[in-house]
């Protein structure tokens, strides 16, 4: 028990710190960082609004994103969700894009 | 003030005349509008007005807020321009005098419009919070609102089109339902509804001068049709099961069906997630044929006399146009105008073709019967190109 636990919480605090530093160092380049933001005011703004105000696609402003987890916002980009017109990007962006995507969504992307 | 003046009256002098260089408007305020048009510049919030016998830009207005999705909707006289903004604002151009007449934010999210078949009231489609507005078309006064609720539920309004004997008609997207909203009498709008027309109709239009009215829907293989003649038959399904149970490929644009092309008594309809046109019979509303494509269709829109049909496409086929020959329903040219080309407009008798590549920041305008490219205008990040000629249509 107590093993299997101190286990646990040691592979966590190695995956933490492998993690981080992989995800920071992954960040796209600035000139993709341009890409990206086009491709989000452009093509996503088709269905989520120039301003991220919201049309077919929900709203994607800071404070419509606050209750819901990365994780689950990265994985609605890359893969989709079915049953409705939000389509998967994978073919397109790469986790650290679409990460990098949630983070300027949140920070609030300007018009 | 003062200073600047002589400089303001050598710009007027100059403004005078580049505009002998249009036939018949030796005075800029004395000409027609039934050669002007708008270009909306999408991520400046600007419009460019242009005129199409020579192919210039006349002006440019600005200060319109989020354009993505704009479209518009001209006065029965043709001199003004509205303009429906995704930011729910709805703007009244004058287009002789090149300038912004009457603004109001009528929604927080909105996405289209229409004018009424007598000229006088605008009716705007909203999102959020969903439903249909309408204004007075001379002072953009709030004359009636259409809460689009059903059982306590709001649903995004799509689709908005006017309709014969001063109506319009429109379809809900989270409930799956048309509307028809007389507003005959314009304080108080009667609305009939249709219910379980099908899931997530995104998008609606008219054929044969407002005889129908169709939804296509995202949610299911097929599009609701409703016969205004014969309103009590309700809402019958065409195009069912066209996919023939097929996964539709995920859709980076929803096809418009605004401008859908109706000709020779056929319908091509841009199929939702696959590569194809659909062609229907607007007689029997049988499937005729389905041509394949470059990509999933955005707009197919015939040339006025219907010969041709002109088609663009979603991400990540959008530098690409192909050209239906509706004589031998086959397309009969590939090409590209440019990139992620966003929407087509043909001059009122179809002999020139506008079309606007958004990250090539232009308008190209093309001949169709020789297809040649006669000639390039700069805008930036042009979207909706709207000719005043539309003024005078049905459903547009």
């Keep these: 028990m107590w093993r299997a636990a101190i286990v646990q919480v040691i592979t966590a605090g190695i995956l933490a710190a492998l993690s981080e530093p992989a995800v920071a160092a992954s960040e796209p380049s600035g000139a993709r960082q341009a890409q990206l933001l086009e491709l989000l005011k452009h093509d996503c703004g088709s269905c989520h609004g120039l301003t991220m105000r919201g049309g077919l696609g929900p709203p994607l402003l800071p404070q419509a994103l606050a209750t819901i987890d990365d994780a689950v916002l990265i994985e609605t980009i890359l893969d989709g969700r079915p049953g409705t017109p939000m389509p998967p990007w994978r073919f397109q962006l790469d986790p650290a894009d679409a990460a990098w995507l949630v983070k300027s969504l949140r920070a609030g992307v300007s018009p | ?396």
């Design chain 2, 1 to 396: 003030m003062t200073a600047c003046q002589p400089f303001v009256r050598i710009l007027i002098l100059l403004a005078i005349l580049t505009s002998v260089a249009w036939p018949g408007a030796a005075d800029p305020l004395l000409r027609g509008t039934g050669d002007l048009g708008v270009i909306i510049e999408r991520a400046s919030g600007r419009i460019q007005i242009v005129e199409t016998s020579q192919a210039t830009k006349l002006t440019e207005v600005t200060g319109l807020g989020d354009l993505s999705h704009a479209s518009v909707a001209f006065s029965r006289d043709g001199r003004f321009a509205y303009v429906f903004g995704r930011d729910g604002g709805l703007s009244k151009i004058d287009l002789l005098a090149g300038r912004l007449e009457r603004r109001v934010v009528q929604a927080g999210n909105a996405i289209g419009g229409a004018i009424s078949q007598d000229g006088r009231l605008i009716a705007v489609s909203n999102y959020e919070p969903g439903g249909v507005k309408v204004f007075d078309a001379i002072s953009l006064e709030l004359i009636a609102d259409i809460p689009a609720m059903t059982d306590g539920v709001p649903s995004k309004v799509v689709g908005l089109v006017d309709i014969p004997d001063q109506g319009f008609a429109f379809a809900l997207y989270d409930a799956g339902e048309i509307w028809l909203a007389d507003v005959s009498d314009r304080s108080q709008p009667r609305v009939r509804r249709f219910a379980g027309i099908g899931r997530q109709p995104y998008d609606g239009f008219i054929v044969e001068q407002g005889r129908y009215y169709i939804a296509g829907l995202f949610g299911e293989d097929g599009l609701a049709l409703l016969d205004l003649w014969r309103p009590d038959g309700g809402v019958k399904r065409i195009l069912d099961g066209y996919g023939r149970g097929e996964e539709p490929l995920p859709v980076y644009k929803m096809p418009h069906l605004e401008g859908v092309a109706v000709a020779a008594g056929l319908v091509f309809l841009p199929a939702v997630g696959r590569h194809e046109v659909l062609v229907v019979d607007s007689r029997s509303w049988q499937e005729v044929g389905r041509i394949a494509t470059a990509g999933q269709p955005v707009f197919a829109i015939a040339r006025p006399d219907g010969r041709q049909v002109w088609v663009n496409f979603a991400h990540p086929d959008n530098a690409t146009v192909q050209v239906i020959d509706v004589a031998s329903l086959a397309v009969v040219h590939s090409f590209s105008p440019g990139k992620a080309v966003m929407h087509l407009e043909f001059t009122p008798k179809g002999e020139e073709v506008w079309i606007s590549a958004r990250d090539d920041d232009r308008v190209r305008v093309y001949a169709t019967r020789t297809l040649r490219l006669l000639k390039e205008l700069a805008a930036e990040k042009p979207s909706g190109i709207f000719f005043a000629a539309r003024a005078h249509r049905i459903g547009y």
